[in-house]
């Protein structure tokens, strides 16, 4: 249901933007996120929209990646720019139907998972 892609290699300070089709999915008020998982490491929150709208950004990407819905054409993006070497990952697509406060931070919260798309930036 979760269908991602936009991923590649780039040099450090260039752009990607990533886009997940949200196909069939029945909900339309529902958390929608990107995650990241690097080698050897947890699987991370990176951008978030809430039920209401709220966006939330994790700390390391503020300022830089911008997390977007298009309602239309049912797709979920990010915008990555000014690229680092330590956002190279797997990144994730992700949805869940979830309740009255902010979005999921655990990665375990949530029940919709795209397949991923690699992004290097060296």
């Known amino acids: 249901q979760l269908v991602e892609s936009g991923g590649g290699s780039v040099q450090t300070g260039g752009s990607l933007k990533l886009s997940c089709e949200l196909s069939t999915f029945p909900y339309v008020s529902m958390y929608l996120a990107w995650f990241r998982q690097g080698s050897g490491q947890e699987r991370e929150r990176v951008a978030c929209?809430?039920?209401?709208?709220?966006?939330r950004y994790a700390a390391s990407v503020m300022g830089r990646f911008t997390i977007s819905r298009d309602n239309p054409k049912n797709t979920l993006t990010l915008d990555m720019n000014s690229l680092k070497p330590e956002d190279t990952g797997m990144y994730y697509c992700?949805?869940?139907?979830?309740?009255?406060?902010?979005?999921?931070?655990?990665?375990?919260?949530?029940?919709?998972w795209g397949q991923g798309t690699q992004v290097t930036v060296s």
């Open positions: 992700a949805a869940d139907v979830g309740d009255e406060g902010p979005c999921y931070t655990d990665y375990r919260d949530f029940g919709y």
């Open positions: 929209i809430d039920r209401d709208g709220s966006i």
